[in-house]
């Protein structure tokens, strides 16, 4: 069962390029996530999705752009990528219509910015 | 403001000792979910247990089990017997049925050491 692929896994940039993290579910939920992971901090939601088409701002939302065209996919875009990026980043998605759906995750994208 | 701390950064502990993870939690809402997630060494996030707020009843599932007081707004976990294998960093997160998104807010992460 692949539930929640996250490509890449590792990256590194240097800083000003750009670059797209894709996500993709075959659990055919509503509801995605982007986070990112910092030491000590949790996980910091950027990003979601309620819904092929729409998006919204999380938490730490600057310097990201996120893109939902199809249900099962959901990007995140770096436009100039910047040393504070340096971090894991996490998709999650979960069924939607109630707050009480689990959120399952990928493995996580390992991204360094120099 | 943070709404979900959990004050304890590492635990360590020896193989067979029993430890507590706390989880405190900050909401206004009546209707709320709390959940429990680990984070082994490989990196990937798994979910382990949801409770809901209208739920105080505590739960046991193996070695793990999980202690929900409203009156103190905490969510705490406690692994028994401890094994290697529960080495990681265990997350407690907050959903509020006022966020009709399913948004969490996870808190810093709890590190548990367990050695031979």
């Known amino acids: 069962n692949a539930g929640v692929t996250q490509t890449p896994k590792f990256r590194v940039l240097k800083t000003g390029q750009s670059m797209t993290l894709l996500c993709a579910q075959d659990m055919n939920h509503e509801y995605m996530y982007w986070y990112r992971q910092d030491p000590g901090m949790g996980l910091r939601l950027i990003h979601y999705?309620?819904?092929?088409?729409?998006?919204a701002k999380g938490e730490v939302p600057d310097g990201y752009n996120v893109s939902r065209l199809k249900k099962q996919n959901f990007l995140l875009g770096l436009e100039s990528a910047a040393p504070s990026q340096t971090s894991v980043y996490f998709c999650?998605?979960?069924?939607?219509?109630?707050?009480?759906?689990?959120?399952?995750f990928g493995d996580g994208t390992r991204l360094s910015i120099l | 403001a943070q709404k979900v701390t959990q004050a304890q950064t590492e635990i360590s502990v020896v193989e067979k000792e029993d430890v507590t993870l706390d989880c405190v939690y900050e909401t206004r809402d009546t209707t709320y979910y709390l959940f429990w997630y680990k984070q082994p060494p490989s990196g990937e996030l798994v979910f382990l247990i949801r409770?809901?707020?209208?739920?105080?009843q505590n739960e046991i599932s193996g070695r793990y089990s999980w202690n929900f007081q409203k009156s103190t707004s905490s969510f705490n976990f406690t692994i028994t017997a401890s094994q290697v294998v529960d080495s990681a960093v265990y997350f407690c997160a907050l959903s509020e049925a006022s966020d009709s998104w399913g948004k969490f807010q996870f808190g810093a992460g709890t590190q548990v050491v367990v050695t031979p």
């Open positions: 999650a998605s979960s069924l939607g219509t109630l707050s009480n759906q689990p959120q399952h």
């Open positions: 999705s309620v819904g092929e088409g729409t998006t």
């Open positions: 409770r809901n707020s209208f739920d105080e």
